[in-house]
Structure formats: structure tokens, C-alpha cells
């Protein structure tokens, strides 16, 4: 992404509307301008500072906007944080050692995977372990990882100087 003086605007598709028949058409590409309008705005400098310092200081904030996990049926969608959600990032927080009661299907292990996609971000030093029971679990939550750090914005993410796959 390119770093700018002053926001641009740029749109990845344009359609004529005389080619739209529907007032239901019309009203899509009104909606989709404006998501490409607000997606795809270049931000200033200044703007990505403030986005950085955002993004440090919470978790949060991160993952309800930059977050984005894969769906099966729709593909990447963003990851919206349930209450439960948020409760335990405020504790990876704030303490060190977190033990958790957990049922399957909440959606914790995509949680943990996008706390640690935080830390890779913007924390400097971290050493992370990943331990499962077998390797394809561990690899596979490593995809989860890699996935967020992957649809967060290039100007937000570190250089990557090894991936041994």
C-alpha cells in the first residue's frame, strides 16, 4: 500500500449504469461503491501512525478490524467478537498464565490464533510455542496464524525473514 500526503481515493471496478436494468441493481452498486470507497481509501501517514498505536495497545481493536478468518461457504470474512471472546483477550492481557474451560465449536482456537497474530505484529521479542497432540493440529492452527497475518494490511505487518512451512 502506498503512503500518501493526502488520502486518494481508488476503485477496483467501475460499471456504466446504463448497463443496469433494476432499480435493485443500482441500489448494489451503490452499496458495493461506497464498501470499495472506504476499503480501498489510501490512508496518510498520519492516519497509519494512529492506526499502529490503535492496534498496539489493544488486542481488540485489532482483530474487530483488521481480523479476517475463512468461512467454508463465504470464504474470508471478518471476525466479529463475541463477549466471551473479548473477555478472555482481556485476560491474555493482563495475566500471563491463562487456564481455560472451554466447549468445542466457540471459536477459541481462531481466538487464540489472532491473539498470536497480535503479538508477531506488534510486539517485539516473543517467543511462541504451538504444542498439540499431533502435528496436523499444530499446523493447521499455524495456517490460522499465518492467514491473519496475511490479510492484515502490508504496511502493518513485520518482514517475515524465515518461514520453514
Request: with cysteine.
Amino acid at each position: 500500500m502506498k503512503i500518501c500526503s493526502r488520502p486518494l481515493i481508488r476503485f477496483s471496478s467501475r460499471r456504466k449504469i446504463s448497463k443496469l436494468s433494476t432499480t435493485h441493481s443500482l441500489r448494489y452498486l451503490f452499496s458495493r461503491s461506497v464498501f470499495l470507497f472506504m476499503a480501498t481509501r489510501l490512508l496518510t501517514k498520519k492516519e497509519m501512525v494512529q492506526e499502529m498505536i490503535k492496534c498496539t495497545q489493544s488486542a481488540e481493536y485489532f482483530l474487530g478490524t483488521y481480523g479476517m478468518v475463512y468461512h467454508p461457504k463465504r470464504g474470508h470474512v471478518k471476525f466479529n467478537l463475541f463477549d466471551y471472546q473479548k473477555e478472555a483477550l482481556n485476560a491474555f492481557q493482563k495475566n500471563r498464565f491463562n487456564i481455560t474451560l472451554k466447549s468445542r465449536q466457540t471459536g477459541f482456537s481462531t481466538l487464540a490464533a489472532g491473539y498470536i497474530a497480535w503479538m508477531i505484529c506488534f510486539h517485539k521479542a516473543k517467543e511462541i510455542v504451538i504444542v498439540a497432540n499431533k502435528q496436523d493440529n499444530a499446523q493447521g492452527f499455524i495456517r490460522k496464524i499465518k492467514t491473519f497475518i496475511k490479510k492484515t494490511p502490508a504496511w502493518m505487518v513485520p518482514t517475515i525473514e524465515s518461514d520453514n512451512n
